[in-house]
T-cell receptor, first 115, second 117 residues
Framework: NAGVMQNPRHLVRRRGQEARLRCSPV?????VYWYRQLPEEGLKFMVY????????ESGMPKERFSAEFPKEGPSILRIQQVVRGDSAAYFC?????????????FGNGTRLTVT | AQKVTQAQTEISVVEKEDVTLDCVYE???????LFWYKQPPSGELVFLIR??????QNEISGRYSWNFQKSTSSFNFTITASQVVDSAVYFC??????????????FGAGTILRVKS
Protein backbone atom coordinates (compact mmCIF):
# COMPACT_ATOMS: atom_id res chain seq x y z
CA ASN A 1 0.00 0.00 0.00
CA ALA A 2 1.39 3.34 -1.00
CA GLY A 3 1.51 6.03 1.64
CA VAL A 4 1.00 9.72 1.09
CA MET A 5 2.98 10.74 -1.98
CA GLN A 6 4.26 14.25 -2.37
CA ASN A 7 6.06 15.67 -5.35
CA PRO A 8 8.37 17.16 -6.10
CA ARG A 9 10.61 16.33 -3.18
CA HIS A 10 12.62 19.49 -3.77
CA LEU A 11 11.50 22.59 -5.64
CA VAL A 12 13.53 25.67 -6.43
CA ARG A 13 11.81 28.82 -7.60
CA ARG A 14 12.96 32.35 -8.22
CA ARG A 15 11.17 35.22 -6.53
CA GLY A 16 7.96 36.02 -8.35
CA GLN A 17 7.45 32.57 -9.86
CA GLU A 18 4.67 30.18 -9.00
CA ALA A 19 5.12 26.99 -6.97
CA ARG A 20 2.77 24.03 -7.27
CA LEU A 21 3.05 21.27 -4.72
CA ARG A 22 1.23 17.99 -5.23
CA CYS A 23 -0.09 15.50 -2.74
CA SER A 24 -1.66 12.13 -3.45
CA PRO A 25 -3.32 10.81 -0.27
CA VAL A 26 -3.38 7.22 0.85
CA UNK A 27 -5.78 5.31 -1.38
CA UNK A 28 -9.28 5.64 0.02
CA UNK A 29 -8.49 8.67 2.17
CA UNK A 30 -10.76 11.62 1.47
CA UNK A 31 -9.31 14.08 4.00
CA VAL A 32 -6.14 16.03 3.25
CA TYR A 33 -4.18 18.45 5.41
CA TRP A 34 -1.29 20.74 4.54
CA TYR A 35 1.29 21.83 7.10
CA ARG A 36 4.28 24.12 6.76
CA GLN A 37 7.59 23.86 8.58
CA LEU A 38 9.61 27.05 8.45
CA PRO A 39 13.34 26.78 9.18
CA GLU A 40 14.05 26.18 12.88
CA GLU A 41 10.34 26.02 13.65
CA GLY A 42 7.74 23.38 14.31
CA LEU A 43 4.95 22.48 11.97
CA LYS A 44 2.01 24.80 11.51
CA PHE A 45 -1.39 23.84 10.16
CA MET A 46 -2.34 25.53 6.91
CA VAL A 47 -5.48 24.01 5.44
CA TYR A 48 -7.84 21.06 5.71
CA UNK A 49 -9.68 19.80 2.64
CA UNK A 50 -12.12 17.10 1.75
CA UNK A 51 -12.84 16.16 -1.82
CA UNK A 52 -13.79 19.35 -3.69
CA UNK A 53 -14.22 21.31 -0.45
CA UNK A 54 -12.06 23.49 1.74
CA UNK A 55 -13.11 22.80 5.31
CA UNK A 56 -10.67 24.92 7.31
CA GLU A 57 -8.14 27.35 5.84
CA SER A 58 -7.47 29.28 9.02
CA GLY A 59 -3.71 28.67 8.74
CA MET A 60 -3.33 29.83 5.16
CA PRO A 61 -1.73 33.21 4.45
CA LYS A 62 -4.40 35.53 3.11
CA GLU A 63 -2.64 36.26 -0.15
CA ARG A 64 -0.84 34.23 -2.79
CA PHE A 65 -1.65 30.83 -1.27
CA SER A 66 -4.43 28.54 -2.41
CA ALA A 67 -5.26 24.86 -2.13
CA GLU A 68 -7.56 22.46 -3.86
CA PHE A 69 -8.49 18.80 -3.69
CA PRO A 70 -10.43 17.95 -6.84
CA LYS A 71 -12.71 15.01 -7.30
CA GLU A 72 -10.04 13.34 -9.40
CA GLY A 73 -6.32 13.76 -8.96
CA PRO A 74 -4.02 14.96 -6.24
CA SER A 75 -4.40 17.85 -3.86
CA ILE A 76 -2.51 20.93 -4.99
CA LEU A 77 -1.01 23.67 -2.84
CA ARG A 78 -0.31 26.66 -5.03
CA ILE A 79 1.86 29.61 -4.09
CA GLN A 80 1.83 32.55 -6.47
CA GLN A 81 4.60 35.13 -6.75
CA VAL A 82 6.82 33.35 -4.25
CA VAL A 83 9.04 35.31 -1.89
CA ARG A 84 12.09 34.20 0.09
CA GLY A 85 9.97 33.85 3.22
CA ASP A 86 8.03 31.04 1.54
CA SER A 87 11.11 28.82 1.69
CA ALA A 88 10.06 25.94 3.92
CA ALA A 89 9.15 22.28 4.01
CA TYR A 90 5.53 21.65 3.12
CA PHE A 91 3.98 18.46 4.43
CA CYS A 92 0.77 16.86 3.35
CA UNK A 93 -1.16 14.39 5.46
CA UNK A 94 -4.27 12.34 4.88
CA UNK A 95 -6.79 10.45 6.95
CA UNK A 96 -9.74 8.21 6.14
CA UNK A 97 -12.16 10.40 8.05
CA UNK A 98 -12.28 13.56 10.08
CA UNK A 99 -12.00 13.82 13.83
CA UNK A 100 -9.01 13.77 16.09
CA UNK A 101 -9.05 10.03 16.46
CA UNK A 102 -8.19 9.45 12.82
CA UNK A 103 -4.51 8.71 12.42
CA UNK A 104 -2.67 11.20 10.24
CA UNK A 105 -0.33 9.76 7.62
CA PHE A 106 2.26 12.28 6.49
CA GLY A 107 4.11 12.40 3.20
CA ASN A 108 7.85 12.99 2.96
CA GLY A 109 7.35 16.67 2.31
CA THR A 110 8.31 19.13 -0.42
CA ARG A 111 11.23 21.38 0.34
CA LEU A 112 10.68 24.71 -1.38
CA THR A 113 13.64 27.02 -1.85
CA VAL A 114 13.07 30.50 -3.18
CA THR A 115 16.16 32.17 -4.60
CA ALA B 1 -6.63 27.95 22.62
CA GLN B 2 -4.60 24.78 22.32
CA LYS B 3 -0.90 24.90 22.97
CA VAL B 4 1.95 22.40 23.16
CA THR B 5 5.19 23.22 24.91
CA GLN B 6 8.40 21.28 24.51
CA ALA B 7 10.72 23.15 26.80
CA GLN B 8 13.83 21.21 25.84
CA THR B 9 15.21 22.68 22.65
CA GLU B 10 18.10 20.25 22.36
CA ILE B 11 19.33 17.25 24.32
CA SER B 12 22.63 15.43 23.90
CA VAL B 13 23.25 12.01 25.39
CA VAL B 14 25.77 9.26 25.01
CA GLU B 15 24.67 5.99 23.51
CA LYS B 16 22.94 3.62 25.94
CA GLU B 17 21.79 6.42 28.21
CA ASP B 18 18.10 6.80 28.91
CA VAL B 19 16.53 10.09 27.86
CA THR B 20 13.13 11.67 28.53
CA LEU B 21 11.56 14.25 26.25
CA ASP B 22 9.04 16.49 27.97
CA CYS B 23 5.73 17.65 26.55
CA VAL B 24 3.18 19.86 28.30
CA TYR B 25 -0.09 20.79 26.66
CA GLU B 26 -2.99 23.16 27.17
CA UNK B 27 -6.54 22.60 26.00
CA UNK B 28 -10.06 23.38 27.12
CA UNK B 29 -11.41 20.25 25.51
CA UNK B 30 -12.31 17.27 27.64
CA UNK B 31 -11.70 14.91 24.74
CA UNK B 32 -8.49 15.25 22.81
CA UNK B 33 -5.63 13.28 21.31
CA LEU B 34 -1.91 13.47 21.84
CA PHE B 35 0.77 12.37 19.41
CA TRP B 36 4.50 11.98 19.11
CA TYR B 37 6.29 12.19 15.77
CA LYS B 38 9.93 11.66 14.89
CA GLN B 39 11.71 13.63 12.16
CA PRO B 40 15.07 12.03 11.32
CA PRO B 41 17.75 13.94 9.39
CA SER B 42 16.23 12.70 6.12
CA GLY B 43 13.25 14.95 6.87
CA GLU B 44 10.19 12.73 6.79
CA LEU B 45 7.69 12.63 9.65
CA VAL B 46 7.36 9.29 11.36
CA PHE B 47 4.31 8.62 13.51
CA LEU B 48 5.20 7.09 16.87
CA ILE B 49 2.12 7.06 19.06
CA ARG B 50 -1.40 8.42 19.54
CA UNK B 51 -3.11 8.57 22.92
CA UNK B 52 -6.64 9.73 23.68
CA UNK B 53 -7.48 11.76 26.74
CA UNK B 54 -9.47 8.97 28.37
CA UNK B 55 -6.63 6.51 28.33
CA UNK B 56 -4.04 7.33 30.94
CA GLN B 57 -2.31 4.01 30.79
CA ASN B 58 1.36 4.27 30.14
CA GLU B 59 2.56 2.54 27.02
CA ILE B 60 5.76 0.73 26.21
CA SER B 61 6.93 -0.23 22.75
CA GLY B 62 10.38 -1.74 22.70
CA ARG B 63 12.80 0.91 23.92
CA TYR B 64 10.10 3.60 23.78
CA SER B 65 7.69 4.43 26.57
CA TRP B 66 5.18 7.17 27.14
CA ASN B 67 3.90 8.62 30.40
CA PHE B 68 0.57 10.44 30.12
CA GLN B 69 -0.57 12.39 33.19
CA LYS B 70 -3.73 14.45 32.88
CA SER B 71 -3.21 15.98 36.32
CA THR B 72 -0.10 17.76 35.08
CA SER B 73 -1.13 17.98 31.40
CA SER B 74 2.00 16.16 30.39
CA PHE B 75 2.77 13.46 27.85
CA ASN B 76 6.43 12.61 28.23
CA PHE B 77 8.43 10.28 26.03
CA THR B 78 11.31 8.14 27.25
CA ILE B 79 13.86 6.31 25.13
CA THR B 80 15.69 3.58 27.03
CA ALA B 81 19.23 2.64 26.07
CA SER B 82 19.41 5.28 23.36
CA GLN B 83 21.09 4.55 20.06
CA VAL B 84 22.68 6.77 17.45
CA VAL B 85 19.75 6.04 15.12
CA ASP B 86 17.47 7.75 17.64
CA SER B 87 19.05 11.08 16.72
CA ALA B 88 16.23 13.16 15.31
CA VAL B 89 13.82 15.97 16.07
CA TYR B 90 10.87 14.80 18.12
CA PHE B 91 7.54 16.58 18.00
CA CYS B 92 4.67 16.35 20.43
CA UNK B 93 1.25 17.30 19.03
CA UNK B 94 -2.33 17.76 20.20
CA UNK B 95 -5.66 17.60 18.40
CA UNK B 96 -9.20 17.99 19.55
CA UNK B 97 -11.59 15.16 18.94
CA UNK B 98 -14.38 17.10 17.25
CA UNK B 99 -15.03 16.04 13.69
CA UNK B 100 -15.72 19.55 12.48
CA UNK B 101 -12.07 20.45 12.56
CA UNK B 102 -10.74 17.17 11.37
CA UNK B 103 -7.34 16.22 12.56
CA UNK B 104 -5.92 19.70 12.97
CA UNK B 105 -2.75 19.13 14.92
CA UNK B 106 -1.05 21.72 17.07
CA PHE B 107 2.65 20.88 17.24
CA GLY B 108 5.24 21.76 19.81
CA ALA B 109 8.45 23.40 18.64
CA GLY B 110 10.27 20.07 18.76
CA THR B 111 13.22 18.72 20.70
CA ILE B 112 16.46 17.93 18.90
CA LEU B 113 17.93 14.72 20.28
CA ARG B 114 21.58 13.98 19.55
CA VAL B 115 22.89 10.59 20.55
CA LYS B 116 26.66 10.27 20.46
CA SER B 117 28.51 7.02 20.14
Amino acid sequence: NAGVMQNPRHLVRRRGQEARLRCSPVKGHSHVYWYRQLPEEGLKFMVYLQKENIIDESGMPKERFSAEFPKEGPSILRIQQVVRGDSAAYFCASSPKGGGNSPLHFGNGTRLTVT
Amino acid sequence: AQKVTQAQTEISVVEKEDVTLDCVYETRDTTYYLFWYKQPPSGELVFLIRRNSFDEQNEISGRYSWNFQKSTSSFNFTITASQVVDSAVYFCALSEAGGEYGNKLVFGAGTILRVKS
